[in-house]
C-alpha cells in the first residue's frame, strides 16, 4: 500500500529542514518505540534530498509515493520531534508541516 503525499519545492524544502535534527540525534539515546522509525526516517531523509536536488529547478507540484511503514515512520518523526524543528520557521514553513501532518494522518487511518 502506498501513500501519496502532494509536495512541491518549498514544501520539500521545510520538511528537508525540519530533518536535520535526524543529523544530530543519538539514536541510542531515544527510547525503543521511537528507534525505529528515526532509522526509517535517515532512510527517507537520504531520500528526500535526493529528491529536492532532481526538482531544485522545477517549480510544480509532485506526488511523493511512500510504502505505508515510511509514511509511518515521518508522522512519527513530524508529530514527536516538532519541538526541534528551527527556531527560524515562520507560519509558512508551519503550516506546510501541519498540512504535510494532516495529509499523513489521514491517509494512515
Known amino acids: 500500500m502506498k ?3 502532494p509536495l512541491d519545492n518549498s514544501k520539500l524544502i521545510v520538511l528537508n529542514n525540519s ?8 539514536l541510542h539515546t531515544q527510547p525503543r ?10 532512510e527517507l531523509r537520504t531520500q528526500l534530498l535526493q529528491k529536492a536536488i532532481k ?3 522545477k517549480d510544480k ?17 513530524l508529530k514527536e520531534f516538532e ?7 515562520g507560519s509558512y514553513e508551519t503550516n506546510a508541516i501541519l498540512i504535510m501532518k494532516n495529509e499523513l ?3 494512515l487511518l
Open 105 to 107: 494522518h489521514k491517509q
Open 83 to 89: 519541538i526541534y524543528f528551527p527556531d527560524d520557521f
Open 55 to 57: 526538482v531544485r529547478q
Open 61 to 77: 507540484t509532485f506526488i511523493l509515493k511512500l510504502p505505508y511503514y515510511k509514511a509511518d515512520a515521518l508522522w512519527q518523526f
Open 3 to 5: 501513500i501519496l503525499l
Open 19 to 26: 530533518m536535520q535534527i535526524l543529523d544530530m540525534l543519538n
Open 33 to 42: 518505540s521511537l528507534k525505529s522509525s528515526i532509522s526509517i526516517c535517515l
